[in-house]
C-alpha cells in the first residue's frame, strides 16, 4: 500500500474528484489500488480510481483521480460502488452520482447516493420478496 505522499510525487496524478452538491455523471476507467491517508491523526484507506466525470449540464467529460474511503457499509460510497462491481464490472460503465450536503452538529458532511446501485438492490428485494412469498404458499 503506498502513501499519499507517494501518489503526490506520481507523474500520473493530475486533478483529484472533489464532488460538491449536485448531480454528476461519471464513467470508471479503471480501478487503481489502496492508499494511506492521514487526517487529524488517524489513518485511512483509500481506494483510487480512475474516472471521468462531469456535473449533469455539462457537456464535455473531464478526467480525474477519486479516492474513495473503504468502508464495509452496503450504504457507504465504496458499499454501493462495489455492490454494482460485484453484479457487473464498474469500468466503463456511466454511473449516475448524487451529492447531498447535510448539516450535522459537528459541521457539514456530504451523502453520496450511486443511483444505479440503489436502482438495483430495490430490484433485488422485490425480487427476493416475490419468491419468499411464493415458497410461503
Do not use: C
Not at 485511512?44 to 478526467?63: D, H
Amino acid at each position: 500500500m503506498a502513501s499519499l505522499t507517494d501518489f503526490q510525487k506520481a507523474k500520473t496524478i493530475n486533478k483529484w474528484f472533489e464532488p460538491r452538491m449536485g448531480v454528476y455523471k461519471i464513467i470508471v476507467d479503471s480501478i487503481e489500488r489502496q492508499y494511506m491517508v492521514k487526517i487529524r491523526n488517524r489513518e485511512y484507506v483509500k481506494e483510487l480510481l480512475k474516472i471521468r466525470a462531469k456535473k449533469e449540464n455539462q457537456p464535455n467529460f473531464e478526467e480525474y483521480n477519486w479516492g474513495i474511503p473503504v468502508s464495509q457499509s452496503r450504504t457507504s460510497l465504496m458499499g454501493q460502488l462495489s455492490y454494482l462491481h460485484e453484479r457487473d464490472s464498474l469500468v466503463g460503465k456511466e454511473i449516475t452520482l448524487i451529492v447531498k450536503e447535510v448539516r450535522r452538529r459537528d459541521g457539514i458532511s456530504k451523502d453520496y447516493t450511486v443511483l444505479e446501485s440503489i436502482r438495483m438492490m430495490m430490484y433485488e428485494n422485490e425480487n427476493s420478496l416475490s419468491k419468499n412469498a411464493e415458497f410461503n404458499k
